[in-house]
């Protein structure tokens, strides 16, 4: 029968007991601030690709975008396999929860082969077919070859990750994921700065510091002693384990990878005003990461834990964890608004700078699309407190409609409305980008409303069985 081990029960017993805004910060910060340097680290990337040319960074921009798009797999699967995983944790199926995780780790490896098979031979046609422009595939294909050897590493250790945030090893991941970034961003500066390389070197860094998070895995789940540790012998893939992984995970892949190819669209779209538009727009994105990040960490956390609780029938305990989570995101927002209207002009200046020249024009796209993208910092910390709620109840074809929206009806119309029936120029990109922003929190939050009346019902229906006869 699998054992859970100490450290395991108590932080179970702690997620389920402990005052929420405590659990809340304690599980959530570490990743929080995790996801914010990776914001950074994207950010120091960019800028590496500015040093080289605007043009540059107008290929990393596009091709980002793309790559996510396939990593959207990995993501939903990492996903729906945690939150089942989390579920049974909480309910205390210590044989299932052993069963899930050696399960959803055979699951991530097939996937990942195939991703390979399919991709690595076919790099350049594929591009073509999702009609990048073919500049950009001149510019960054060997970039995106060496990328898609990235994103096949990086399948089973986005995996791993969840499978330790279930466990709530956010100090662990912290530390592992700064490590990485720490590797990353070194041998990033090494080939740019020292060998002069070109986009290709960045994604080379990025390959081999994968790869390192990757043998610390393997390492680590060969010492592990516990229900999570891999054993060949638990997996199981037949339906009763396999399809309520996939039933939680296709809705979150299918979400993430339609949002990732409508930020192609828009990047597309956007190269109606020059190509360096497209880069001063995915500029502007890292920018904004610097608080979305933040937000991005704490839904990460607040998954798990509304999950968990949820398994274990304390209905109530989820929503005060939606409510502090709201109130941290909101307060998230407010204080990255604040922070980036003083500093916009500071950090735009400096990704117009490349070994070339300073590029004023390139300096005030990113400005001129920022200025307006950063209103929207307040509804998207409602919209990442809605969406881990509803990811913690197992809501993910509600997530998906929710962000399909964002994009498909808040965001290409938008753009084609404002190209086609003003006289605007980048500063279109910025206004779709605030548009989009804001009604995807006010989307987030009418959907939240009949969730939460759902669940404060289940509530109540609990208590009234828990109750004596006679009262």
Not at 334 to 353: D, E, K
Request: hydrophobic share 50%; charged share 10%.
């Amino acid at each position: 029968m699998a054992q859970v081990s100490k450290r395991d029960e108590e932080f179970r017993q702690y997620a389920l007991t402990a005052p929420p805004m405590r659990t809340l910060l304690t599980v959530c910060a570490p990743l929080a601030l995790y996801q914010a340097l990776q914001s950074i680290f994207k950010m120091l990337d960019a800028l590496m690709a500015a040093h080289i040319s605007s043009s540059a960074v107008s290929a990393v921009a596009c091709l980002s975008q793309i790559t996510l798009m396939i990593t959207a797999l990995s993501s939903g699967l990492a996903v729906g396999g945690s939150i089942k995983i989390s579920e049974a944790y909480g309910q205390g199926e210590y044989e299932l929860v052993h069963r899930r995780t050696a399960t959803l780790y055979a699951m991530a490896t097939l996937v990942s082969l195939v991703v390979a098979v399919i991709l690595i031979p076919f790099a350049q046609p594929f591009l073509r077919l999702l009609q990048t422009p073919e500049e950009l595939i001149s510019a960054g294909a060997g970039y995106f070859r060496v990328e898609i050897l990235c994103l096949v590493v990086n399948f089973f250790n986005t995996v791993y990750i969840a499978i330790e945030r279930s466990r709530g090893h956010a100090k662990k991941i912290l530390v592992i994921n700064a490590s990485v970034i720490v590797v990353k961003l070194g041998l990033s500066a090494l080939f740019i700065y020292g060998l002069n390389g070109d986009v290709t070197a960045i994604a080379a860094a990025t390959l081999i510091s994968q790869l390192a998070l990757l043998g610390y895995a393997l390492f680590s789940m060969a010492r592990d002693s516990g229900v999570f540790r891999f054993s060949a012998g638990s997996i199981h893939l037949k339906g009763a384990t396999v399809l309520p992984i996939l039933n939680l995970s296709y809705p979150v892949a299918m979400e993430k990878m339609l949002f990732a190819a409508g930020k192609v669209m828009v990047n597309s779209m956007s190269g109606r005003y020059g190509e360096l538009t497209v880069g001063a727009l995915g500029i502007s994105n890292n920018i904004g990461g610097l608080t979305t990040g933040w937000h991005a960490g704490m839904l990460d956390g607040a998954c798990a834990l509304i999950s968990q609780n949820r398994g274990a029938g304390k209905y109530r305990r989820t929503l005060q964890l939606y409510g502090c989570l709201l109130l941290v995101d909101v307060a998230i927002g407010a204080l990255g608004l604040a922070i980036m209207s003083w500093a916009l002009p500071w950090m735009a200046q400096v990704f117009a700078q490349s070994k070339q020249q300073f590029d004023p024009g390139f300096c005030e796209m990113i400005v001129s699309i920022h200025r307006w993208e950063m209103l929207g910092y307040l509804t998207l910390g409602v919209n990442s407190a809605t969406l881990a709620l509803l990811l913690g109840y197992g809501y993910t074809k509600l997530t998906l409609a929710l962000n399909v929206a964002r994009v498909f009806l808040f965001r290409v119309p938008v753009l084609w409305v404002l190209q086609s029936f003003t006289a605007l120029g980048t500063e279109a990109v910025g206004l779709t980008m605030m548009i989009s922003n804001i009604c995807a929190g006010l989307s987030a939050a009418a959907a939240a409303i009949p969730v939460v009346c759902s669940i404060r019902r289940w509530e109540a229906e609990s208590q009234s069985e828990s109750m004596p006869e006679g009262r």
